[in-house]
């Protein structure tokens, strides 16, 4: 079964609240553009650190300490530049949400497609992530102003970690029906196999009692 972006419930639960949340202060938020930045700036700061603090204690993996620390710095030096200078980005936030949109939306259909195949779910399950793939498309031509687009950027962000929480649940039912297919529970009426004896009621069998019979020649005598 296909998903990606769906391996773990806290992935998915992690993009739905980070999007609302996001639209949120786009919608209601004074000077969206730069706040949002500087909220993305905290989100990398914060991960270069917990990378930094997983990179020491796995120091003695070597591989993996290099690699952790190499990823902690990259999200740390980009995260500082981003919080004290927010105006290099705030300008495009815009677009940049809108091409998010446009690729988690496509993600999250295909994933969908896969799972309405195993509950036999309708059309009606795909509208969310459709309108989040529209509303990309569309925050990508900009028409109006910076004012309106972060207003529209929000409302589509929001539908979109919306139907982030409902695929969520869509997928984690699929993926336990697709393990139950995967793996059926052994029926308890299946037949014994060839050349074993069926001694399932041995417990119950008891002596029975009789009488002797004298042979009849005997009588004769």
Same mark, same amino acid.
Do not use: H
């Given at each position: 079964?296909?998903t990606?972006?769906?391996?773990?419930?806290?992935?998915?639960?992690?993009?739905? $609240?980070?999007?609302?949340?996001? +639209?949120?202060?786009?919608?209601? +938020?004074?000077?969206?553009?730069?706040?949002?930045?500087?909220?993305?700036? %905290?989100?990398?700061?914060?991960?270069?650190?917990? #990378?930094?603090v997983?990179? $020491?204690?796995?120091?003695?993996?070597?591989?993996?300490?290099?690699?952790?620390?190499?990823?902690?710095?990259?999200d740390?030096?980009?995260?500082?530049?981003?919080?004290? /200078?927010?105006?290099? %980005?705030?300008?495009?936030?815009?677009?940049l949400?809108?091409?998010?949109?446009?690729?988690?939306g496509?993600?999250?259909?295909?994933?969908?497609?896969?799972?309405? #195949?195993?509950?036999?779910?309708?059309?009606s399950?795909?509208?969310?992530?459709?309108?989040?793939?529209?509303?990309?498309a569309?925050?990508?031509?900009?028409?109006?102003?910076? /004012?309106?687009?972060?207003? $529209?950027?929000?409302?589509?962000?929001?539908?979109?970690?919306?139907?982030?929480l409902?695929?969520?649940?869509?997928v984690?039912?699929?993926?336990?029906?697709?393990? $139950?297919?995967?793996?059926?529970a052994?029926?308890?009426?299946?037949?014994?196999?060839?050349?074993?004896?069926?001694?399932?009621? %041995?417990?119950?069998?008891?002596?029975?009692?009789?009488?002797?019979?004298?042979?009849?020649?005997?009588?004769?005598?």
């Open positions: 079964m296909f990606i972006g769906y391996k773990t419930k806290f992935d998915s639960i992690t993009r739905a $609240i980070a999007a609302i949340g996001i +639209g949120i202060v786009m919608i209601f +938020g004074s000077n969206a553009p730069t706040l949002v930045v500087k909220i993305i700036a %905290i989100l990398l700061i914060a991960a270069g650190l917990a #990378s930094l997983y990179g $020491i204690i796995k120091r003695k993996e070597q591989g993996m300490y290099q690699l952790l620390i190499v990823n902690a710095g990259l740390l030096i980009l995260g500082l530049l981003l919080f004290f /200078n927010p105006q290099w %980005i705030a300008g495009f936030i815009v677009y949400i809108g091409m998010v949109l446009i690729l988690f496509a993600l999250q259909l295909i994933v969908l497609a896969g799972a309405m #195949s195993l509950l036999g779910a309708g059309f399950s795909l509208i969310l992530s459709i309108c989040a793939i529209a509303g990309g569309f925050l990508l031509f900009n028409p109006f102003t910076i /004012n309106v687009m972060s207003i $529209i950027a929000g409302c589509f962000l929001t539908i979109y970690g919306i139907s982030e409902i695929s969520t649940w869509r984690c039912r699929a993926r336990e029906e697709y393990e $139950i297919r995967r793996n059926p052994p029926s308890s009426t299946a037949s014994p196999e060839t050349g074993k004896i069926d001694a399932s009621g %041995i417990a119950d069998a008891r002596e029975v009692e009789y009488e002797r019979i004298d042979d009849p020649d005997d009588l004769d005598e």
